[in-house]
């Protein structure tokens, strides 16, 4: 797992590196999370922020990383303890992302995520987040699903959110 996600790092800044004319973009927002799966069993909907820095590969591609903090209050999940402390889930991705001259976007980031109960207790699993959206002057609108498996379990929510593009 987590030599995958070092993979996936390698190949972003490698790609960074070759080519002087790659513009670096950075994006930050507030996203809206709606459990879905395991995450649903007793969860109320989630709020989080995350930021995203992407590298233009081509007129249309870009490489990108994405990271946030999302918090979930409610019952449990499972693997997870008692209702009076929040699940947080940070995920580390790593992808790519097609947009079209019409400003549709299009994408898919794969890497690690970690759920924690509040109670110390961390765990961790692949995740997936295909994504879509559409692109404005200064802002993205993206509705992305978030997916993780973890020790045969699935936690995943859909993501809507607002990135504002700097």
């Avoid at 990383?65 to 947080?88: H, R």
């Avoid at 992302?97 to 759920?115: P, Q």
């Avoid at 295909?130 to 929510?157: C, H, R, W």
Wanted: glycine share 16%.
């Amino acid at each position: 797992m987590k030599k995958l996600l070092v993979l996936a790092i390698l190949f972003f800044l490698i790609g960074n590196v070759k080519s002087q004319d790659r513009k670096l973009q950075f994006e930050v927002g507030p996203t809206l999370a709606i459990p879905l799966g395991n995450t649903g069993l007793g969860k109320m909907v989630g709020v989080g922020a995350e930021g995203i820095i992407s590298c233009k590969m081509t007129d249309h591609i870009n490489y990108f990383g994405q990271t946030g903090i999302f918090y979930f209050s409610g019952k449990t999940a499972i693997g997870f303890g008692a209702s009076s402390n929040p699940t947080t889930h940070v995920p580390l991705l790593a992808g790519l992302r097609y947009t079209s001259d019409k400003g549709f976007i299009a994408g898919l980031g794969v890497g690690c995520g970690f759920y924690n109960s509040g109670h110390g207790y961390t765990q961790e699993g692949f995740d997936c987040s295909p994504q879509f959206g559409y692109k404005f002057k200064k802002f993205d609108f993206m509705a992305k699903f978030n997916g993780t498996v973890i020790e045969n379990s699935y936690l995943g929510y859909l993501g809507l959110s607002w990135f504002y593009r700097f």
